[in-house]
């Protein structure tokens, strides 16, 4: 079983499209995590979500929200998608980074068309 | 900006060589961590060292940790062409239990 799966693994959408991720994790990790990689491998959090507490990186447009349906998922919905939205989206889970690293899911490449 | 900023940005070695890559940092952290990512795949946590600790081993994996300077190092012995990947360093500074991660080095282990 993978740790932390996303799907789907490649998206190609066109301009103006609402899209969603999906993070699952089978850790049973409290903490998850949405990142965003750009092309020079720059890696921009972009939320933190447990249980209690939702922490938005205040650069990230709210055409993002991220929504946990449950304690085991966290989806990322994107709305409007617009050209610069082209990435690749991590999603990883902690038990809390004090201590633990991280575990990242393989990736969801976007591509906006 | 980048909290973290790895140094090199592309390391090119050969087998056998040892790789060390350098990462500096702005603010004051609780722990500083590295990451290896390899070509089309999500990171994978190498080694994490805490504020309080100058030095960590892992296998062949050497980390370093200067505060006073705010910089560390990570230091592979006796590369293998497997460690071809992009290496992060990330820094947990408070930052509402979040890690921010650095620009990453690249780094090619030629047979």
């Known amino acids: 079983d993978t740790a932390v799966s996303q799907t789907p693994k490649y998206l190609v959408t066109q301009m103006g499209n609402d899209k969603s991720i999906k993070c699952e994790q089978n850790l049973g990790h409290d903490t998850m995590y949405w990142y965003k990689q750009d092309s020079k491998k720059f890696l921009k959090i972009m939320f933190s979500?447990?249980?209690?507490?939702?922490?938005i990186n205040e650069t990230v447009p709210n055409r993002f929200s991220p929504k946990s349906p449950d304690k085991a998922h966290l989806n990322l919905h994107i709305n409007s998608l617009e050209l610069g939205d082209s990435a690749v989206y991590f999603c990883a889970v902690s038990v809390g980074p004090r201590f633990y690293g991280y575990t990242f899911g393989s990736g969801t490449r976007l591509t906006v068309v | 900006s980048q909290q973290g900023e790895e140094d090199p940005q592309a390391l090119s070695i050969q087998e056998g060589e040892n790789a060390t890559m350098n990462c500096s940092y702005k603010?004051?952290?609780?722990?500083l961590q590295w990451y290896r990512q390899n070509s089309g795949r999500g990171l994978v946590h190498l080694i994490l060292i805490r504020s309080n600790e100058r030095e960590k081993h892992s296998g062949r994996l050497r980390v370093t940790l200067d505060t006073s300077k705010k910089s560390s190092s990570l230091l592979i012995t006796a590369s293998r062409a497997a460690d071809t990947a992009s290496y992060f360093c990330a820094t947990d500074y408070n930052a509402g239990n979040m890690l921010t991660f650095g620009g990453g080095t690249r780094l090619m282990v030629k047979p």
């Open positions: 603010t004051s952290i609780n722990n």
């Open positions: 979500y447990n249980n209690k507490e939702l922490i």
